[in-house]
């Protein structure tokens, strides 16, 4: 059961006018390096545009989280329950239910494609999917699997599971801060064939941050989830080769 954490609505409302404010810092200031280094030396692909252009919302919720806390002299450890321990329960909890929950997830995500495709919508590959396909370098890719695995997971748990549902849970609401906090995580991904699974996901990071009180367990579910999808992003391909390979007779 999750106990009682130190954001209630005021520094909820803190923190999201602190993202927005970092968010429009951060677009206008790539706006401005792109101006004055010119778009031929910040090239989309190369590691200075993917670094830039991912820090704009995960970048504004580690600062802004940072400042509120500081400001109300609270620690980390009280605001998403790191001490609570056994803290090697919780991230051998979250990373088996990753593991657990990914096939589901892929075959929700099939489901979801086909039937886009049969109603004839439109699906395009997820913004950070296609981030990955236009880094040109080793280093930008490198970034972009440390955000996957590392920046992303603990930013996105930090404001969706331990600000977002915990503040409106704790303000008497929780069927709006389970729901609402899940629709709006799977929404800013922009995505319309994994929206069902991100739902999902959420859903089941909730439940990991509820039965073990550390949001250390969500977050390493969410970098599991992200590492393995990066892998097989990466080496499908190669992955289903092997497979056959093995079971000829599944072809």
Same mark, same amino acid.
Request: hydrophobic share 55%; glycine share 6%; aromatic share 16%.
């Given at each position: 059961?999750?106990?009682?954490?130190?954001?209630?609505?005021? @520094?909820?409302?803190?923190? !999201?006018?602190?993202? %927005?404010?970092?968010?429009?810092?951060?677009?206008?200031?790539?706006?401005?390096?792109?101006?004055?280094?010119?778009?031929?030396?910040?090239?989309?692909?190369?590691?200075?545009?993917?670094?830039?252009?991912? %820090?704009?919302? &995960?970048?504004?919720?580690? %600062?802004?989280?940072?400042?509120? %806390?500081?400001?109300? &002299?609270?620690?980390?450890?009280?605001?998403?329950?790191?001490?609570?321990?056994?803290?090697? &329960?919780?991230?051998?909890?979250?990373?088996?239910?990753?593991?657990?929950?990914?096939?589901?997830?892929?075959?929700?995500?099939?489901?979801?494609? @086909?039937?886009?495709?049969?109603?004839?919508?439109?699906?395009?590959?997820?913004?950070?999917?296609?981030?990955?396909?236009?880094?040109?370098?080793?280093?930008?890719?490198? /970034?972009?699997?440390?955000?996957?695995?590392?920046?992303?997971?603990?930013?996105?748990?930090?404001?969706? @599971?331990?600000?977002?549902?915990?503040?409106?849970?704790?303000?008497?609401?929780?069927?709006?801060?389970?729901?609402?906090?899940?629709?709006?995580?799977?929404?800013?991904?922009?995505?319309?064939?994994?929206?069902?699974?991100?739902?999902l996901l959420s859903l089941v990071l909730i439940?990991? /941050?509820?039965?073990?009180?550390?949001?250390?367990?969500? !977050?390493?579910?969410?970098?599991?989830?992200?590492?393995?999808?990066?892998?097989?992003?990466?080496?499908?391909?190669?992955?289903?080769?092997?497979?056959? @390979?093995?079971?000829?007779?599944?072809?």
């Open positions: 059961m999750l106990s009682e954490k130190p954001w209630n609505f005021e @520094r909820l409302v803190r923190v !999201i006018v602190a993202v %927005l404010f970092f968010v429009s810092f951060f677009f206008l200031e790539f706006a401005f390096v792109q101006h004055v280094a010119g778009k031929q030396s910040l090239k989309e692909g190369s590691l200075g545009f993917v670094v830039l252009n991912s %820090l704009g919302f &995960h970048g504004s919720v580690l %600062l802004a989280t940072a400042i509120v %806390l500081g400001l109300d &002299h609270l620690s980390w450890s009280d605001a998403f329950g790191f001490s609570k321990r056994p803290i090697g &329960h919780a991230v051998l909890l979250g990373l088996s239910t990753a593991l657990v929950f990914l096939p589901a997830a892929m075959v929700l995500q099939d489901v979801s494609l @086909r039937l886009l495709e049969h109603f004839h919508f439109s699906t395009p590959a997820e913004p950070a999917v296609a981030e990955f396909e236009k880094a040109t370098t080793w280093a930008s890719r490198a /970034y972009l699997v440390f955000f996957a695995v590392v920046l992303a997971p603990i930013a996105e748990e930090m404001f969706f @599971r331990g600000i977002l549902y915990t503040a409106i849970k704790q303000f008497g609401y929780p069927r709006l801060a389970l729901w609402g906090s899940a629709f709006i995580f799977a929404f800013i991904h922009l995505t319309l064939a994994i929206f069902v699974p991100l739902v439940w990991l /941050y509820e039965k073990t009180d550390n949001l250390l367990a969500p !977050i390493t579910a969410h970098a599991v989830f992200n590492g393995i999808n990066v892998i097989l992003m990466y080496y499908s391909d190669s992955l289903t080769e092997s497979f056959r @390979r093995l079971f000829p007779h599944l072809r």
